[in-house]
């Protein structure tokens, strides 16, 4: 009885340590199976990012597209980002940047007709080319334009800028604005800035070493100062720079392009 009860214990015993055994064997191949996994993620993984830095390199080492794109069509992508479509050629897509040159004709800014080509923002571009494609010819550098200019009627088709003037050029040939403005003043570059009128048209003009430039408190001085004409005071070029840079109303005298008087209306 004891040797059978003996026997019974010795084969439970064995049947248990062969289950510890094998579910310990299972474990083990489990944690095997997962560093064995993690270390192919960890390879995908770098494999991955390799790709995405080789990509963001060549993305910085490349260059962008320059050229001229005459009797183009220019439409909009996204802000900044227009298309010109020349007939004949692939469509081109473009970047617009803060020193982008842009003039209008009456479409984009300006009015049609008028002798000279007036300057425009680009958000006024922006605004033109959203409502509808406009013609135009473009000159971009590594895929950013350096100038952008609405095509008048008469050229649409054409391949030449025949009787295309812009603000300096027109200037040059004694064909540059002439009139008053009362508007809001704002700084395009050095010794160069646009006159708003009613409209919110802009009309570029230039400064001249006998510009006169009186303030009565937005550019410089203040309206109880009796020194200058009509109680204004005599301002510098860079205190109407600055001025400009923040934006004021002014009464803007210009002649051939070149504003003669400014006087801020505080």
Known sequence: MNRHLRKAVVVAVAVTAGLVMTACQNGSDDASSGESGAGAAAVADKASGAKKSKESEESKTSKGVSGSFKNGTVTYLAPYKYIVSVQGKDDQQFLVAEDTEVYGVGTICGEAGAKVDAPCTTDQLEAAV??????????????????????????????????????VEGI??????????????????????????LKGVEQQFLL?????????????????TDEGGQGGTECTEAELEAAAKKGFSAEVVVSNGIATTIRDDH
């Open 130 to 167: 959203k409502k509808d494609a406009v013609s135009a010819d473009v000159e971009m550098t590594n895929g950013v334009a350096t100038l952008v200019s609405e095509r008048r009627a008469a050229q649409q088709g054409g391949s030449g800028s025949d009787g295309r003037d812009t603000v």
């Open 172 to 197: 040059d040939k004694g064909k540059g604005v002439s009139g008053t403005w009362f508007g809001n003043v704002s700084y395009l570059a050095p010794g160069k800035y646009t006159v708003s009128d």
């Open 208 to 224: 001249a070493e006998d510009t006169e430039i009186w303030g009565y408190g937005d550019i410089c001085g203040d309206s109880n």
